[in-house]
């Protein structure tokens, strides 16, 4: 944590006084002043401290993102123009530096997608190369010109850099938090189906141990082994989920499935017909399965339970029927059931299947899920 916050900061962009040094290369022209080798020192010295101001103010707002487009940034970028052009060409020599320090303001102000900041530097260095020429000669012009392009083009081409940087750091972040949330959203899930299955099968068994042992203790002493094979399986389970390897199987859910309905007293009615199923999508019909028959035993107060599943090349669809009192999941919730089926329901049309819930008739509850069988399937349930 500590080297990724040092990395940040190393990369963090120039701060508003990072330019302000700048400056110093006018220090030749304000000793000429200060020594009364410039003609008209009054106005040369109200030049220099108008350039001066104007950077300053121009350089600050302009590393301001809420400020850089407003008018009074460009206004100050404007002046800076209107100084820089006066004391070149009525001074010349020295002064003419006064142009690459202009350009790296419009660096900063005019930087940004476009060739607005292009066609504002090439055409500050052609005119600061022409009055070079004219002020001192060739040699000039070429030094003047080609420095005034470098310092507007560099300069805006490090904070974009800077600001890219940034952008991606905090995408970055963002999509970090993204996973981080799936993730948990995924392990809520997992965990709520485990035990919530898990807790259903101890309670009506724990149950049934109580009924059965006045009179049968045999009976009652199978039972709670039983008891004790689904704790030990629900341990199991629990640890595969949390370290990311569990792999449901829809053979398993419906053994499952019967005996729990057996323990509850409801006739279980299991039908299974089509080819083999890919295991990714029986893995997830597994996931139906049980939460489904979950819904059956704790909600339903039905008699017989229906879990039917026929399979096709390209599609495969589980239906649960039951004829209980018409209610699928815990009670107030709406068709779409509780937290179990909305998490199956998400996870269904990821892969780009469907899971509708209602009333099958004028008594039970109906549950069918339907899920394509093909290879896209597969990857999108694999992710």
């Known amino acids: 944590m500590n080297d990724s916050t040092d990395g940040f900061a190393r990369h963090k962009p120039p701060g508003k006084m990072a330019f302000l040094p700048w400056l110093f290369m006018l220090t030749g022209e304000v000793q000429d002043l200060f020594r009364g080798d410039v003609a008209r020192p009054w106005l040369a010295g109200t030049g220099v401290l108008a350039f001066a101001a104007l950077y300053a103010a121009t350089v600050v707002t302009g590393l301001d993102e809420r400020r850089r487009q407003t008018l009074p940034t460009r206004l100050c970028l404007g002046g800076l123009a209107a100084v820089t052009y006066a004391l070149s060409i009525g001074y010349g020599g020295d002064w003419l530096l006064c142009f690459p320090l202009l350009s790296l303001a419009c660096g900063i102000v005019l930087r940004g997608p476009g060739r607005r900041l292009g066609i504002v530097v090439i055409a500050l260095s052609g005119s600061a190369g022409v009055i070079a020429g004219f002020r001192g000669g060739p040699q000039d012009s070429l030094i003047v010109g080609y420095g005034t392009m470098l310092s507007g083009l560099v300069t805006a081409a490090i904070l974009t850099l800077f600001s890219t940087v940034a952008t991606l750091r905090e995408t970055r972040e963002e999509l970090a938090r993204g996973a981080v949330e799936r993730e ?33 203790l045999d009976a009652a002493l199978g039972q709670a082994a039983d008891i004790e094979a689904v704790g030990r399986q629900a341990l199991t389970e629990i640890r595969e989920a949390v370290t990311g390897y569990r792999e449901g199987s829809l053979t398993t859910e419906l053994d499952r499935a019967r005996s729990l309905l057996d323990a509850s007293g409801i006739e279980a009615d299991l039908r299974q017909s089509g080819p083999p199923l890919p295991p990714q999508t029986a893995a997830l019909l597994g996931w139906v399965v049980r939460e489904g028959v979950t819904n059956v035993v704790r909600h339903s107060a039905a008699t017989r339970c229906v879990v039917e599943v026929r399979g096709e090349t390209d599609q495969v669809r589980l239906e649960i029927t039951d004829n209980g009192c018409g209610v699928g999941s815990a009670p107030g919730a709406t068709s779409t059931g509780g937290t179990g089926l909305k998490g199956l329901t998400e996870r269904l049309a990821v892969a780009g299947g469907s899971l509708t819930t209602g009333p099958d008739g004028r008594r039970g509850f109906r549950l069918v899920a339907e899920l394509p069988v093909d290879s896209d399937t597969e990857e999108e349930l694999q992710k």
């Open 184 to 216: 948990r959203l995924r392990f809520s899930r997992d965990l709520h189906d485990l035990l919530g299955h898990t807790m259903s099968v101890i309670v009506v068994k724990a149950e049934a141990v109580r009924r059965l042992a006045p009179r049968d």
